[in-house]
């Protein structure tokens, strides 16, 4: 059953396994559409266990092929569905790990956490790199700044994250700082 399609990809539920399908590009050439499927399939459960080895909630993965990933299937709402100023928090707890750990999610949104079992787990490493820049970092916190925004428009949301993320890292501040330069940036865009 699909449950979800991206630009890069398809996920599927096949029993209680989802199989992420990395899909081919038809206008790349078809070595080079084979070698950055690989790539990018690798490097997504490589940094999705690295992201687990830091303490972070995430799906196990149960295989990986040339084009594929089997994660854990995890039964839960989307942050975005279920967001309040707790979970919200514990996101910025868990983004500010993530950070420590020299890790950037590169799509960081209240659609790419789920609760589940009581717990917040971050999906979906596509996009993911390690990254110790403050750019790095801050592009992750605008992103998730402004999903809660344009979903939410609740301001205390946004505070709550902030908190959580300050209360792990000590280099918080000089992100924050970051992110004010992002939108700085962006208005002149």
Known sequence: MLIGMGAEAKVVLEGERVIKKRISKRYRIPQLDSSLRKERTRAEAKLTSAARKLGIPTPIIYGIGDYHIEFEYLDGPLLRDCIDEELSREAGRLTAKLHMG?????????????????????????????????????????????????????????????????????????VFERVREIERRRRYL
Not at 102 to 107: A, L, M, N, T
Not at 115 to 133: E, K, Q, V, W
Not at 154 to 174: H, N, P
């Open 102 to 174: 020299g890790i950037v999610h590169g799509d960081l949104t209240t659609s790419n956490f789920i609760l589940s079992r009581g717990r917040l787990f971050l999906i979906d490493f596509g996009l993911s790199s390690f990254d110790s820049t403050l750019e790095g970092f801050g592009m992750d916190v605008h992103l998730y700044i402004q999903s809660v925004r344009a979903t939410h428009v609740r301001e205390e949301l946004v505070d709550a994250f902030k908190d959580g993320y300050s209360s792990e890292f000590s280099k918080a501040e000089q």
